[in-house]
């Protein structure tokens, strides 16, 4: 292993133990070359190569523009401050938000806390240095949406955590990490929520693990169809608290069913390929008696095609769905959105509204876990 990857595993290492700060890549799937940074709340000063080169008010607005590989210019509304390969907007105070827009978008987007601003490939780099809580509440409005229960938006708080907390190491190589895509966790800045932002101070530093006191790899998705599934069903790896479990809460909600219709021809096309790649089955076990809900494989002519390529193949809502074949055409009637591993959140909104709190919401989904503070784990 490099040194410097070392190095920065060892940074990661402290950082979790005794910091609640995360740095996110935001704007990670965009390219620009400007961005317009305005504070709007606290305090901020700001950093250029590590030297303070201005104080920055709520009155303060900031164009900052790549000029090639390494070096940014730095203007306000009056002057052309300098030039730097390194730019840091530190907050001072309980509470410090910034506003940002790239010049390539159309509306600007609300962040808490810090940001580190690099020149990559006469692009600008974009590193959120956020509070862990402050992260949470903006994740779950992404990933929940509005207008749903408090009491969900605690389930949600808690799975994000755990998520986060879990996946630190993930971009430690590329200088940060998390990114704010749907590889890591969806983030778009921060909410005005209120019940997201009370949801999350309830919760402050819940996380869960299992039974070694781990944090687990807190999957959810989005409808299971009324039935979730093992984790190595999906990612080869069995996981004791991520089991298979019926779930009728979820099953009258609006992803539970889909449909998708395919040419006769081309999916007779489809299957004769993927065939073509592989042996076939010579177990005695009679896989068409296996209910489609806990179907992995599907079975034709001797050949075991894994339902999780179909679904990529045909960017289907699940693996979960039955066939039915007319003249020409063969129509997929599915159930369920997402992976099915783990916590359903259709399901999970449903208990909520119907009176469940979240500590049993979060039991039924995960077996034998645990709720604790994180910083139990590092004391």
């Not at 002519?301 to 039915?324: Q, V």
Request: proline share 2%.
């Amino acid at each position: 292993m490099k040194r410097g990857l070392l190095s920065a595993l060892f940074t990661f290492a402290i950082s979790l133990a005794y910091a609640t700060t995360v740095s996110i890549h935001i704007y990670s799937d965009k390219t620009f070359s400007s961005v317009i940074i305005a504070p709007v709340t606290g305090n901020y000063v700001l950093m250029g190569n590590d030297k303070r080169i201005d104080s920055c008010s709520t009155t303060n607005v900031y164009e900052i523009t790549a000029l090639n590989d390494t070096l940014m210019q730095v203007k306000n509304l009056d002057r052309i401050i300098g030039t730097f390969s390194r730019l840091y907007f530190r907050g001072y105070g309980a509470l410090n938000q910034f506003y940002l827009k790239p010049t390539t978008e159309k509306s600007k987007r609300l962040f808490d806390d810090d940001i580190v601003i690099t020149a990559e490939k006469n692009n600008l780099k974009l590193l959120s240095q956020v509070d862990i809580e402050h992260y949470v509440s903006g994740v779950v409005q992404s990933e929940a949406g509005l207008r749903k229960p408090k009491e969900y938006y605690k389930v949600q708080a808690i799975i994000c955590r755990t998520y986060a907390l879990n996946n630190l190491a993930r971009h430690i190589a590329d200088g940060f990490e998390l990114c704010d895509l749907v590889h890591c966790q969806v983030y778009n800045g921060e909410t005005h929520n209120q019940d997201i932002l009370q949801a999350v101070e309830e919760t402050k530093g819940i996380v869960l693990v299992d039974a070694n006191n781990q944090l687990i790899n807190a999957a959810f998705h989005s409808n299971c169809g009324g039935q979730t599934i093992n984790s190595e069903d999906v990612w080869n790896k069995p996981l004791p608290y991520l089991r298979a479990r019926p779930d009728t809460f979820c099953i009258h909600q609006p992803a539970a069913k889909w449909e998708k219709e395919i040419s006769l021809k081309a999916w007779k096309a489809y299957l004769t390929k993927k065939e073509a790649t592989l042996k076939k089955d010579v177990s005695s076990t009679d896989w068409d008696t296996i209910p489609a809900s806990t179907r992995i494989y599907l079975y034709d002519k001797g050949y075991l095609i894994p339902l999780k390529e179909i679904r990529a193949d045909w960017n289907l809502h699940s693996t979960y769905f039955l066939t039915t074949t007319s003249d020409d055409s063969i129509t997929l009637v599915g159930r369920g959105y997402g992976h099915r591993v783990g916590l359903c959140q259709e399901g999970a909104i449903h208990m909520s509204q119907t009176g469940y709190n979240y500590e049993q919401i979060l039991h039924f989904y995960y077996n034998n876990v645990q709720l604790i503070n994180y910083s139990i784990l590092f004391n």
